[in-house]
């Protein structure tokens, strides 16, 4: 890429394509450059068969034909979203899913199944030598366990295994979900150790930090860099309710404050009806490598407890208990 | 610091480690040589309650011949770099394709996926450890070889090495896996080659047909073991049988178990039920057609109320009593007249065939995995209750019904503490029988990974304290049951290990032996 093209993509991440994406203007010196999109010719949504397909793929179209527009000067060769869908679930059409990855060289999947196929799908994207960007457990229950003080974690739940925070959807899907007004929790665990105290691949810890509307952020001082936005909860709180050692001790660096400008941002732009369209959009959205933060981190997580405890859709009870995995893969 | 690997062996520096890195390259180039975490991350699925970092590896490493699996261990030797070998890595809820610790190198085998063998009259195979089932059975159909696989519930995507080497078993008359495995090739930590059993004889044929040799048979310490890699694995493959004629016997109460495991014994000895049958509770087959939020949601193990209404709905019995017959058309209806006489004697059980239940998925998949048929359905375990969390607790007792019920409870009483179900079976070996449960928790509520944990910790102690020892377990307990076996076989495994292995580069960890 060359400079000027980068100093282009650079002003439209800062600027009006994020707003038209509905991602706030995270004050930050630590926001993507989108390198990886370059090579993101192909981009394909691979639907599990279950309950949430059709939800997570609206959002998933909502963020691909934003990109397309936001982006379509740059990569005049960016493709449409291409679908596939597994009527049957994967764990009977598995040999069809290892075909599809194996004739899909070059292809970034974006992918929702259900957490039996999830299991295996991992299986195969080793098998078939790919590349695993992210991979998220997503779960909607009221079977939580108390863990702190007597409370229990939140009914909306993610669970992120990622290779590095610079493509992990955590702070896209929190700056949606923040909108409504439900009680969540999301934890992104990177690949990439990174010291509180030292360096990981030439960067000093600390360099890249950056935050949410609504979310006061907390970087831990232990021997791990963890950074924890909290939302409604103070961090020693928040600490307890995504199970992590409430003894740490942590330093604050941003407040709410700070965001007032980016908070109408995020107000003004795309809403989602629901958690799972705003998954689907996240998901989709980091797979192209927009609008993810880079934080040199080992942890990151977000907590936020709404101050009405109620979510403002809930006459749509499909979603009230469900689980289930999201991914972000290469082949 | 990590730097630019995602983790380090344990006591090695960066320096070091690129240089082991750089030789790594020079003998598999640079494709073959994994370091980034994009290509690492799909190695680290663990599914047990430990984080994932424990279990990260530092690299990955593609080897396709045995020249290079002996020049990576002399490397690993040179710089002390800890490798853990995979052939497919399919070993689900056990692990995985993870490490046992953090740092260790992945040395993924999955390319040496050549079928080197397989003989028609004689019925073996002989296969390099990268072959899955789904190759073989494509394989064998293809040729019209008239051959049965026995495959684990991974089938398509697991192989025959790995799941034998780690004493997994099969459906079939073939199950017990080991049982059935006739001749390797080892690639020790010196580098040597060894062919166990007629393998080191020059000019024999006898290698995959005769398994013990001359001399102490050295197979087994090759199992559940460190001491080498296995590069060729032969071993006994099924005559297609005439005729087939799987079967499910339900049962309506939890109490039943006493008599079926009674009955069973006999016709499994005298050879009347060829294939270990299983005996699987209602909550174990249920995931096949319905989740646990269905019919309970709240905290705390599913409800007696719950359990009795998805049985009612899904015409289930508490215990599920699954086995097939194999043979000619007579032998078949000579069994099946002494099986429903034992089974039909106490009325209590209800007797169905294929013809009785129709397409009903739960009997379809136990009758597929009998035939040693491709088919992943026992996975829908892993959506029960969601969440990503799945260990398997694996005592093993003595084939009586006097041994059932009493595990039961302590199994119920024990996760039900925890807030956890029993999702549980049990496999009638033939003297033997495993109890296998599957414990199912869900990754994205800390508090319920924490009552995972404490609740294994605790079947597993309070189990070998009444004389259950586990007969396998997943990377985060193998030192614990190593402990319930005693301090002099753990002695005995470590001086093999000191002999073997002096510099301790392979798998340390594995079955608690370093």
Redesign the interface.
Known sequence: MNVNRRNLMKGILAGGTLATLGIPRYATSGITQPNHTAKVKACSLLLGGTRVDETFARGASVAHSACSMGLEDVFAEFSALQVVKLKSGL??E??RVSELLAVSRGMRWIAVM???S???F??????A?????A?G???S???????FRGD??PAL???W????PQRSPGPILASQLVGFHQNFSI?E???????SN????GKASGEYRFFIPEFRSYESTGPLAMHLHCSGVSVSEGCG????NTSQRWTEFSSPRDGDEARQTVQENWHPANWVEALGYAVTLAGLGIGTMQEDC?KRGFIHRSPQGEWRNMDEPIFS?E???SFIV?V | ????Y??LPKGVSERTFDAAVRDFRGVLGDDAVLT??????????T?MPV???EH?LSAALMATTVEQIQKVLAICNKYKIPIWTIS???N?GYG??APAERGQVVLDL?RMNRILEVDKDLAYALVEPGVTY?QLYDYIKERNLGLWLSVPA?S??AGPTGNTLDRGVGYTPYGEHFLFACGMEVVLANGDVLRTGMGSLPNSNTWQVFKWGYGPYLDGIFTQSNYGIVTKFGFWLMPAPPAYKPFVIRYPDEEDIVEIVEIMRPLRINGVVPNAGVIAHALYDA?VVARR?DYF???GAISDAAVRKLIKDHNLGTWNVYAALYGTEEQIALNWKTLKQAFGRSGKGRILTQEDVGDDPVFAYRAAIMRGDMN??E?????W????G?MWFAPVSQARGSETLKQVSLTKQILAKH?LDYNGEFIVGMRDMHHIVDVLY??????????AYECFDELLTVFSAQGYGTYRVNSAFMDKVADTYGPVQRQVHKTLKKALDPNGILAPGKSGIR
């Open positions: 764990l009977r598995v040999g259900d957490d039996a999830a299991a295996v991992t299986e195969i994207v080793r098998s030598g790919g590349q695993l960007i991979r457990k997503h779960v229950s009221q079977d939580a366990y108390p863990v229990s974690s739940r993610h669970l295994a990622s290779a590095s934890v665990n990177f690949l990439q150790e990174v010291r030292g360096e990981t691949g309710l995504l199970g992590w080992t208990e689980r289930f995995t290469e | 610091m990590a730097g630019k995602i983790a980034t975490p994009e290509r690492l991350a799909p190695y680290i699925k599914m984080s994932d970092s990260t497919t890595g399919k689900l995985s394709a999955k789904q991974p398509a995507i995931p939020s949601t709240g905290s992943l359905q996975f829908s375990l892993y959506n209750r969601g969440g990503g799945s807030g869900d990754k994205t509520d800390p508090a319920q990974e924490k009552a």
